[in-house]
């Protein structure tokens, strides 16, 4: 079993800002801007979508799993070796168009994560496919659970109160539901008993939908440690696996949680 007291700090750094509407290579090169700033975090996190806004033109603007935005992807994690993720439009190996989170390290290799909950309201479950595994990922030892958008509203997906270190959200979720967000965030810390990061864009889309921002991350009790509202840059925070670690030894609520099985 790990001993989280023995792992290092975990330094995050989140990127909220505006995204050009369907231009991949004017947002790869607006982050790359930014990312320089991001320079010694150990994972940055870029929005849902984030080269082309959220998006249900999937046939007209997915890459290929090894696309150039992926590539784009690799190559930044490798210049500041760091991890750095977020999601885009992939049209998977299958043939199927996916809302797909990258996990690039900067050893060149690459993960993923297919978001489960397409958000019907928009249509976007007509549009892409929806994921069928979790994932469960590791930057220096801590294990990080990322999730989109829309999979926020569904706990149990986010259930895992034993071992994952950091939920983490990257979204392109609407001022018009932000009091939503800014509730189900804390819960999911609570619940799971974990530090949460969550990253939103800010601005207005190409159908004239407004974001907010509200990114923000928030400890195991749900208290905030980054709230930058709805500013546009770079927001850095470290995390504590010590910290952690004494607050599940002090309330140890996952030995109490319910048994269950999910179903796919």
Not at 7 to 16: G, H, K, R, S, T
Not at 52 to 76: H, I, N, R, V
Not at 212 to 221: E, P, Y
Request: glycine share 6%.
């Amino acid at each position: 079993m790990r001993d989280l007291k023995q792992l290092p700090d975990l330094e995050l750094a989140l990127i909220q800002t505006t995204l050009a509407w369907q231009a991949p290579k004017a947002n790869r090169a607006h982050f790359a801007s930014l990312l320089e700033q991001a320079r010694g975090a150990d994972l940055i996190v870029l929005p849902e979508m984030f080269s082309t806004g959220f998006s249900m033109d999937s046939a007209a603007l997915a890459e290929p799993e090894d696309g150039p935005t992926s590539q784009w992807m690799l190559g930044q994690a490798q210049a500041l070796q760091a991890v750095v993720t977020g999601s885009l439009i992939i049209q998977a190996a299958d043939g199927s168009y996916r809302n797909r989170l990258l996990w690039a390290r900067p050893d060149g290799s690459v993960a993923h994560y297919d978001k489960r909950h397409l958000f019907r309201m928009a249509g976007e479950h007509k549009h892409y496919s929806a994921g069928e595994q979790q994932a469960l990922l590791e930057v220096k030892g801590w294990q990080v659970r990322p999730l989109i958008c829309y999979d926020l509203r569904f706990p149990v997906w986010s259930r895992d109160a034993e071992n994952t270190d950091l939920l983490l959200y990257t979204a392109n979720w609407p001022a018009a539901r932000r009091h939503h967000w800014n509730r189900l965030l804390p819960a999911r810390a609570i619940e799971n008993l974990c530090y949460v990061a969550a990253v939103n864009r800010i601005g207005e889309d190409g159908k004239g939908y407004a974001y907010s921002g509200d990114s923000q991350v928030l400890d195991f009790q749900g208290e905030s440690l980054l709230e930058p509202g709805d500013a546009d840059g770079v927001f850095r925070v470290t995390l504590s696996a010590a910290e952690l670690a004494a607050y599940r030894e002090r309330f140890p609520a996952y030995l109490d949680a319910d048994d269950f099985a999910m179903r796919c």
